[in-house]
Nanobody
Framework: QVHLVESGGGLVQAGGSLRLACAAS????????MGWYRQAPGKQRELVAR???????NYADSAKDRFTISRDNAKSTVSLQMNSLKPEDTAVYYC??????????????WGQGTQVTVSS
């Protein structure tokens, strides 16, 4: 059993900052890529930022220069620092991890989601 637990969402004014965190736990052999996705009402879930085990990152165009993703492999955590937030960043943010289990299967896991609301 594997769990991804997110924290750090909330309400912030435009121009403010929030930091999201996600911790993976359970029967984990190793974690491949980790990332953050978001889903706004009436829209599809979209990638915000992704980071490989080796630290390579990629960002959605909307997140470049404002958001920073990082991870701690030893602690099985991934974080997303969000600065200069805009009302259009309002969404439920989901943590994702590609996890190699001790059974040698790689499975995609998702967190429960955390709400980020940016007021204008």
């Amino acid at each position: 059993q594997v769990h991804l637990v997110e924290s750090g969402g909330g309400l912030v004014q435009a121009g403010g900052s929030l930091r999201l965190a996600c911790a993976a736990s359970g029967s984990i052999s190793s974690i491949n890529a980790m990332g953050w996705y978001r889903q706004a009402p009436g829209k599809q879930r979209e990638l915000v930022a992704r980071i490989t085990r080796g630290g390579s990152t990629n960002y959605a165009d909307s997140a470049k220069d404002r958001f920073t993703i990082s991870r701690d492999n030893a602690k099985s955590t991934v974080s997303l620092q969000m600065n200069s937030l805009k009302p259009e960043d309002t969404a439920v943010y989901y943590c994702h991890a590609g996890i190699l289990l001790w059974t040698s299967r790689t499975v995609d896991y998702w967190g429960q989601g955390t709400q980020v609301t940016v007021s204008s």
